[in-house]
């Protein structure tokens, strides 16, 4: 029996068969291989769309929420390019998630676990997924971009741990982004980074 997850992807990848495909990977940064086929990497995987769903190229196993991210960024409506402005996941919930920069701060907690404060472990890990590191304003905060998809860039910040304050990191989405995602997918598609990024994390386990 498909689960909540899967079942969401039956859901939304009907509306594959109406996209009109070189409209779309012209307006979101597909790249079109024919008329009703297109492609885009997305978090270090390339994946190709048709009218019938998602799959990676490479064939391998891989999480559903990936697939319904991906189908949502295809079937949004969005034609703007991105501020380079950004604000937390938070600031895009309509108020689900209070507290300033806390409330979802739990959604980040599985890199804080695998990193365990160690910083170099996540810079590998950054670096695995090809984000670019834009330096550090203060001692111990280090600022990655990273473009999640052509249309939605994020900025990803690690604070290192002091006396003080344990290591805590925070993402940022560009202000556009609810013009090609509601808060759910938007939500999941931040899950996809966070496993992304604890997943490259743990391949330097042993540092």
């Not at 034609?79 to 209070?98: I, K, R």
Request: aromatic share 14%.
């Amino acid at each position: 029996m498909a689960n909540g997850y899967e079942k969401t992807y039956e859901t939304i990848t009907p509306r594959l068969r109406d996209l009109d495909f070189p409209y779309a990977a012209l307006r979101l940064g597909f790249d079109l291989i024919d008329k009703y086929r297109m492609s885009i990497d997305f978090l270090g995987r390339k994946y190709e769309l048709d009218r019938e769903g998602v799959r990676p190229v490479d064939g391998e196993k891989v999480n559903v929420n990936f697939l319904s991210v991906l189908v949502y960024y295809a079937i949004s409506k969005g034609n703007t390019e991105p501020l380079y402005d950004f604000a937390l996941l938070n600031s895009f919930s309509g108020g689900l998630f209070s507290g300033g920069g806390s409330g979802s701060g739990w959604m980040v907690e599985p890199i804080r676990k695998t990193c365990g404060g160690n910083y170099e472990k996540f810079r590998r890990a950054a670096r695995d997924l090809g984000m670019i590191y834009e330096g550090s304003r203060v001692t111990a905060e280090h600022t990655w971009q990273y473009r999640l998809l052509p249309k939605i860039p994020a900025l990803i910040k690690y604070f290192e741990a002091d006396e003080e304050f344990p290591c805590d990191v925070k993402i940022y989405y560009d202000k556009t982004v609810p013009e090609y995602l509601d808060f759910e997918p938007l939500a999941v598609l931040n899950g996809c980074l966070v496993a992304a990024i604890t997943a490259a994390a743990e391949f330097h386990y042993n540092i």
